[in-house]
């Protein structure tokens, strides 16, 4: 398995393993990771993983486990035990959740990133009020990267305009990876809250989830050189 510093994740959102493949075939595992999320695991199971390792890549396990603490500790190691890079879970579980699953990693010596979902990138201040949370958005954002810290996770995923105070908040290291990312050919789609590949950067941003932009273009990896060029990454 190729071990990248690339800050790039490109999602698989497809509903098939071959087309999830015939994709991760046209890029470079050097350049890249990849992003396996709840349609194509669902379907697909770990052989997706499996495959992907085979080719060389490293795999965020996008899952967003929400459950009692046992529960979201055993999911968690069993992700890790597959060897992916990294899994995700939400925060709002709570602390006794978050601090389960990450001590889990901890006893069973696994390396695997563990990080927390704040509020959803497609959600607004509105729908927070729809579900009872009073707190604005940044509040809501800023308080559970806190208690996922806190819980002894790695990082967050987050809007980029959110990396910054995180980044006050929770420190450098603190990962914070970021969808919603649009270079400025691509279309906004479903994502409220979207920032270009360099100015998420700038802002903080560990990571870029990076999905249609690529995985829709006529040649993927001339997209991903694109968003190379453009963050000063040679590849």
């Not at 980029?160 to 929770?170: G, M, R, W």
């Amino acid at each position: 398995m190729h071990v990248t510093e690339s800050p790039l994740i490109i999602a698989l959102d497809y509903p098939s393993l071959d087309a999830a493949l015939c994709m991760a075939d046209q890029l470079d595992p050097a350049r890249c990771r990849l992003k396996v999320g709840k349609e194509l695991f669902t379907r697909s199971g770990p052989a997706v993983i499996e495959a992907l390792h085979g080719r060389g890549f490293e795999v965020f396990l996008d899952l967003k486990f929400h459950d009692i603490p046992n529960t979201v500790a055993s999911a968690v190691e069993a992700a890790a035990e597959q060897g992916v890079w990294m899994v995700n879970l939400h925060a709002s579980g709570g602390r006794a959740m978050m601090e389960a699953a990450a001590n889990r990693l901890v006893q069973q010596r696994l390396d695997t990133r563990l990080i927390a979902v704040t509020v959803l990138t497609s959600m607004q201040s509105s729908d927070l009020v729809e579900v009872g949370v009073s707190s604005s958005l940044d509040e809501q954002v800023s308080r559970l990267a806190q208690l996922s810290k806190q819980s002894g996770l790695h990082g967050v995923v987050c809007s980029a305009q959110e990396a910054t105070s995180i980044t006050s908040l929770c420190g450098e290291d603190f990962l914070k990876v970021t969808p919603g990312i649009r270079p400025a050919f691509a279309a906004a789609n479903d994502q409220q809250r979207i920032m270009t590949p360099s100015n998420a950067i700038r802002a903080g941003s560990t990571h870029l989830v990076v999905g249609r932009p690529v995985t829709q273009a006529e040649n993927p990896m001339e997209a991903l050189a694109a968003i190379e060029a453009e963050l000063g990454i040679k590849a």
